[in-house]
Structures are given as structure tokens and as C-alpha cells.
């Protein structure tokens, strides 16, 4: 089933069955607006989870927020899930969200998976040229800021890597992106062609693909930050068939395997 929180920090159930003993967490990334559009693509997943005991539950917190900021808010709603185990699968920001969460603020030990997609782990040289001048909305981003951008630079991401060391007792995995500029159209090709000259190599539009990967066993898909988490870019990607579904993209595949094995053989129990 699926469970929610709203701005007012309530719980939401929805028939939540009684032997699901563990929550799959999402956590979306900066600016989002509504996390179940956000993560529309995932939500048909939550069947399968079901099936093995698992509840699939949406996370809300500050759009641009600083990750400290955002890690409690979130700690204070896992706090209130009534669930033993937690799986934390975030989203750009959303997964240096998890981390910190899972690194200091967990104190029952109950957060037991660590997924990132997109997650800028070294920064990204986007936040960077936001920050200093960008396009004409980064004017907009950086009055509507409240520490985001700082913590999603390189600067950033050093100072965090110091606050958050990982933990034996979690399993941490790692999903990168990479995708040709050839293929993204203005203003997506330019903030790539922006992370590109600041950091050479693959990208996915926004976060180079070392500063996504990270821990043993890390994967790349070929896809852009938002076709991450199957969400096209109709205006932004100049080729058809950007629109990407649960069961055709390769991610869901990929993460079903790694939250709940069984659910891929139809073994749930």
C-alpha cells in the first residue's frame, strides 16, 4: 500500500497491511513541487512490495532546504512510521538527505538500505554556476534558496562528506545517469555543457557521473536526471519517445531487485 505524509507532518494510511514489517522511503530531490507526481513513475512498484511485506511511502521535505535542515525534517517523519525497517531510495538532493538521516540520525539502527539516483555524492558544477550567474531562472533560484545550492557544490559536498561518514551496518548502493548533450535541448544542454567544462566526463544534465557513483557495485544507466525516475522532458529532450513507465525503464527493474529480490520471481514469501 501506499503511505504519505502532508505538510502538517500527519501520517496517512491506506489500509497499510498488518505484516508489512518494512517501509521503501522515497525522497525527492531540489524544488520539487509534488512528490507523487515526482515519483508517478515508481508508485505502480508499490504491488509488488506489497507482496512482500513492504509499504511504499512518500517523503516531503523543504524544496530548498540545506540537506541538514531537510535530513531532520525527514528523521522527524520516520520517527512516526510505525514500520521496524526502513529502505531510504533518494533522488539527486534527496539521497545526500538519506545519508545524513541514516548516519547520524537514526538511533534506533532501523534504516537498513541506502539507494541514490542522481545524487550529486562530489557536487556538481551546476549548483556552482547557478550560484555565481547561470541562466535568467537562476536569479529566481537563488532568491527562493535556503542553503540547497551551497551543499550541492563541490565546496559543499566536502563539507558534508565530513558530517556523514556511512554505516557497516547498511547497505548502500549507487544508480548514475549519463546522456548525450546531442540529444538534450536548451536549457538542459547548456547547464550539461556547464557541468561538462567544470568536470569532464559522462553527465546526466546536471550531476557528473563520478560525483553519482559511489560505493562498490555502483550503476549507470543511460539516461538524463529526470528520465532517472522516468519523468521526460518533452520540451527538453529533442528526440521521441522520452516517455518513460514503470515497467519499460531499466531503473525499475534494477531497484526492484535490489529492495525486494523475491518480488521479481513472484517468490514473496
Known sequence: MLVG??????????????DARTAVVLLHGYLCLSPRAYWGAFLPLRSRL???????????????????????????????LPHEKLILVGHSMGGLDARLVASRLDPER?????????????GSPAAEWVLRRGP???????????????????EGASRLERLMPDREDVDYFALGGAFPMARLASPFAEFAER???????????????????????????EAHH????????????????SRATC???????????RLAPRALTGDAR
Not at 505524509?5 to 498488518?18: A, H, N, T, V
Not at 541506502?114 to 550529486?120: A, Q, S
Open 5 to 18: 505524509w502532508d505538510m502538517e507532518l500527519r501520517i496517512r494510511r491506506s489500509g497499510r497491511p498488518q
Open 110 to 122: 532501523r534504516i537498513r538500505k541506502v539507494v541514490t539516483i542522481g545524487t550529486p555524492h562530489r
Open 50 to 80: 506489497a507482496a512482500c511485506g513492504m509499504d511504499l511511502v512518500l517523503g516531503r521535505t523543504p524544496r530548498t532546504g540545506n540537506v541538514v535542515t531537510r535530513a531532520r525534517r525527514l528523521a522527524s517523519h520516520l520517527a512516526a
Open 247 to 257: 515497467c519499460t525503464t531499466p531503473i525499475a527493474r534494477v531497484l526492484i531487485d
Open 226 to 241: 529526470l528520465g532517472l525516475i522516468g519523468l521526460p522532458l518533452r520540451q527538453g529532450v529533442s528526440w521521441p519517445g
Open 136 to 154: 535568467w531562472p537562476a536569479a529566481l533560484l537563488r532568491a527562493i534558496d535556503r542553503g540547497a545550492l551551497r551543499d550541492l557544490t563541490r
Open 195 to 221: 557541468v561538462a567544462e567544470g568536470e569532464p566526463g559522462p553527465n546526466d544534465g546536471l550531476v557528473p557521473l563520478r560525483s553519482a557513483l559511489r560505493w562498490q557495485g555502483a550503476m549507470t544507466l
